[in-house]
């Protein structure tokens, strides 16, 4: 189990999107609605660790990331960097600290300014923090940052426009410019889900040698547990904007404990077999607007109490590093 100094730490976050209203739902509603995106979530991520955040899409897990990095203001909650309590500091010093945190983004064409070569791509962000006092310093970091990513040699990429890499390049321009500020934590929101799968395996080996050469920690939220079960050490199983599980990836995996956990597991093809299992009520969760009572998962577990209906449960401890929010185990 992976342990050690923690460098990120989230307590209670919150992130609600107030509902506008219609013409209609104006007139006969007063009452203010909120899709509730990020609904009290609290973990720890560890100096050097891939911390994976897994869950249906509209779980909420892009808005944790986006949350952490106030790329998008909270509602509640805290998130301390290295002890740092981010949502205190000014725009000016999270500006500062963002060069510590960065964000790989899904698609990498649509984070890459199409207008701009690789070099002005990787090298803007030195500029923009006046990491450089010379245009000789910043080629150097430019490309010392394309090398790390295996655009080799480095020469043949400076030049080049968005448009004329593949995807899976385009993703290395990207990965590049989070690098070139020497980040100690990356938020990697599904880094390689638009890739070929060829070309997801060279960009994760790409991730993980950076961690093991820089000590980068990486937040890395997907949908695709078995590629969360390559890459991550801890993961968080997210539904509905809570955490339902969490604990060491190879656990979590070997023997989950939530229903619902249970479910997402059972819905990954058996290679060999081809056999998928459906053990989940319905095909889409509740709206994030109307979370049901009690615990959220309910309506659609097959191990549902009258307990469940009334009562949330809390994520509690159920082994060594392994946490569940289930009345079957608290
Ligand atoms: Fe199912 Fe009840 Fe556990 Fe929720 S608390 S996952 S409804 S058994």
């Not at 698609?107 to 923009?128: A, H, I, K, Q, W």
């Not at 080996?205 to 050469?213: D, R, W």
Request: proline share 6%; hydrophobic share 40%; net charge positive.
């Amino acid at each position: 189990m992976i342990s050690g100094n923690v460098i990120l730490k989230i307590e209670d976050l919150k992130k609600w999107f107030p509902v506008r209203k219609g013409l209609f739902t104006s007139l006969f509603s007063k009452r203010q609605e909120f899709v509730r995106a990020v609904d009290g979530v609290s973990f720890e991520i560890f100096e050097g660790e891939v911390f994976g955040l897994v869950g249906e899409s509209g779980c909420g897990k892009t808005t944790v990331g986006k949350t952490i990095l106030r790329v998008v203001e909270p509602t509640s909650g805290r998130v301390y960097f290295k002890g740092i309590d981010i949502f205190k500091l000014s725009k000016g010093e999270m500006r500062k600290l963002r060069r510590k945190m960065q964000l790989i983004y899904q698609d990498p064409f649509e984070s890459l300014n199409p207008r701009m070569t690789v070099y002005n791509l990787v090298g803007e962000p030195l500029s923009v923090n006046k990491l450089v006092n010379s245009v000789d310093e910043k080629m150097k970091k430019v490309v010392k940052a394309l090398e790390d990513v295996e655009l080799k040699p480095p020469e043949v990429f400076l030049d080049k426009f968005p448009h004329e890499l593949s995807g899976g390049q385009r993703q290395r321009v990207a990965i590049a410019r989070a690098l070139v500020l020497q980040p100690e934590f990356i938020v990697a929101d599904e880094p390689v889900s638009m890739l070929d799968v060829s070309i997801r395996a060279e960009i994760l080996e790409i991730m993980l040698k950076l961690k093991e050469h820089y000590g980068i920690s990486y937040l890395f939220i997907t949908h695709d547990l078995a590629l969360a079960r390559h890459i991550c050490d801890r993961i968080a199983i997210m539904y509905l904007g809570k955490i339902m599980e969490l604990g060491d990836v190879e656990d979590v995996m070997r023997n989950p404990l939530h229903p619902y956990t249970k479910a997402l597991l059972d819905a990954v093809p058996d290679i060999i077999g081809g056999k998928i299992k459906v053990s989940i009520k319905g095909f889409v969760p509740p709206s994030p607007i109307n979370i049901p009572s009690g615990c959220r998962f309910h309506p659609r577990c097959l191990k549902v109490m009258d307990l469940c209906r009334r009562e949330e449960p809390q994520l509690l401890k159920v082994g060594s590093g392994h946490y569940v929010a289930c009345h079957l185990y608290n």
